[in-house]
Nanobody, 122 residues
Framework: QVQLVESGGGLVQAGGSLRLSCAAS????????MGWFRQAPGKEREFVAA????????YYTDSVKGRFTISRDNAKNTVYLQMNILKPEDTAVYYC???????????????WGKGTLVTVSS
């Protein structure tokens, strides 16, 4: 099983940017679909974005389309989430996830990270 560690969270003003990283260890993620989720205070965890093993296909929830970009560097065993034009409603703990395919990642990921907190002030 792959271990995932997120980093890059922090406090940012509305309109600002952050880049989250998810470093994988234990095995290569080259055959895994990778995803990002978030959980805001008092809300359920929600899907944010996913990327195919090759990086050729990406998927986003509607609320982040045009603002967030998911990418991966398989040589570094790392996945990124570039977040631009951040809004207060983006405030959440962001989690990295891995799975065998997109359906698995979006429903029952094989692996989860422990999360990194993103706080967007107005």
């Amino acid at each position: 099983q792959v271990q995932l560690v997120e980093s890059g969270g922090g406090l940012v003003q509305a309109g600002g940017s952050l880049r989250l990283s998810c470093a994988a260890s234990g095995r290569a993620i080259t055959s895994s679909v990778m995803g990002w989720f978030r959980q805001a205070p008092g809300k359920e965890r929600e899907f944010v974005a996913a990327i195919s093993w090759s990086g050729g296909s990406t998927y986003y929830t509607d609320s982040v389309k045009g603002r967030f970009t998911i990418s991966r560097d398989n040589a570094k065993n790392t996945v990124y989430l570039q977040m631009n034009i951040l809004k207060p409603e983006d405030t959440a703990v962001y989690y990295c996830a891995a799975g065998r395919n997109l359906v698995v990642v979006r429903t029952t990921p094989d692996s989860w990270g422990k999360g990194t907190l993103v706080t967007v002030s107005s």
